[in-house]
């Protein structure tokens, strides 16, 4: 299931740090919002206060892309970056 949210996260690309804002959330992806968003194949790393995910790049859509994550997250992980924890 996926989670719907705007939360501001620092997207990481081959060492390069870019501001992103996550828009949905579930424990084997996410949906990205970027300005200047990466390509389909990259790995990226996603990172907030209570989150540090890598993942695949696996379809991009203007400034929206979606990304697997490499290992699911828990699914209180995933909550309590929902409820802004």
Known sequence: MRLKLFEPVRLL???QAARAHLLDLSVTGALVHCD???CVGDHVLIETN???VK????WVRVK???VHF???LPQLTVDRVVRGD
Do not use: E, N
Request: proline share 16%.
């Open 50 to 52: 209570a989150l540090g």
């Open 55 to 58: 993942g695949q790049v696996m």
């Open 13 to 15: 690309l081959a060492g």
């Open 64 to 66: 929206r892309f979606g």
């Open 36 to 38: 200047s968003p990466p």
């Open 70 to 72: 490499d290992q699911p």
